[in-house]
């Protein structure tokens, strides 16, 4: 998992980053997300010494021996696996039920990061409408396939006066702010998935399709802005048969 995560941060030139938990740290985000608020900042750690991606040269941080099976931090900086690691668990999850135990109609969910596979009848898979948890905006008709969903509104906190959300630029080392919201990804693999869904976020609507086509050109993706519009590309019909509004 350490590897693919550090793949994707060298192929998408450092916009997704698996070693953004210092910047998470250093934004506030040092504990499981429900206890944050009731935290007491007494007795959190010093944040200075969480230290920061951004300016810093990442070649070398992680040493990875292949062979061996072991990966070696040569940084202080804090591995995040959080988004990445549920998408890899879903598409390995599949993969057992599938080949191990001959699952031919199966679900895995991973935290909102998704794997279906059907000899037949298709799933209906519900997106959830950023503004509106009790709403789906859409509903995809899949057969086979995998969707992840990122969302800079839900998991949001306070740092210093300032709000913050868990979605990090990996060129900044902080919250990305655009006027997308919520980004969700459909694929052959959760993993991939996820982490396209996280740069959409990064990307805006100004970058989007640019960037699409430069990282991920055969996945198709379900934008929705700060305003509420949604942008579709065409790739989602080939995971898709279709959408229900």
């Not at 300032?162 to 969700?184: C, F, M, N, S, W």
Request: hydrophobic share 40%; net charge neutral.
């Amino acid at each position: 998992m350490i590897r693919l995560a550090w793949s994707w941060s060298i192929r998408t030139e450092g916009l997704f980053q698996p070693l953004v938990g210092s910047d998470l740290c250093r934004l506030g985000y040092d504990r499981s997300f429900e206890n944050l608020e009731k935290a007491d900042p007494r007795k959190s750690p010093n944040r200075a010494d969480c230290g920061r991606t951004a300016g810093r040269d990442l070649s070398n941080a992680l040493i990875l021996d292949d062979a061996e099976r072991t990966a070696v931090r040569n940084s202080p900086l804090h591995l995040d696996l959080g988004g990445i690691g549920k998408g890899w668990a879903a598409d390995r999850a599949a993969g057992m039920l599938q080949g191990s135990f001959h699952v031919t109609r199966g679900f895995v969910d991973a935290g909102g990061d998704m794997r279906v596979w059907s000899d037949g009848e298709p799933w209906l898979i519900g997106i959830q409408s950023p503004f509106d948890e009790e709403r789906d905006l859409l509903r995809l008709v899949l057969r086979e396939g995998a969707v992840a969903t990122s969302n800079v509104l839900h998991r949001r906190w306070e740092h210093e006066g300032q709000p913050a959300h868990h979605i990090i630029d990996g060129r900044t080392g902080l919250p990305a702010e655009t006027d997308i919201v919520q980004a969700t990804v459909l694929g052959r693999s959760a993993a991939e998935a996820e982490v396209a869904a996280k740069v959409i976020c990064m990307a805006g609507s100004g970058h989007l399709s640019a960037w699409m086509k430069k990282f991920f050109p055969g996945l198709g993706y379900i934008a929705v802005t700060r305003s509420g519009s949604l942008i579709i590309n065409r790739r989602v019909y080939d995971y898709a048969e279709r959408l229900v509004a």
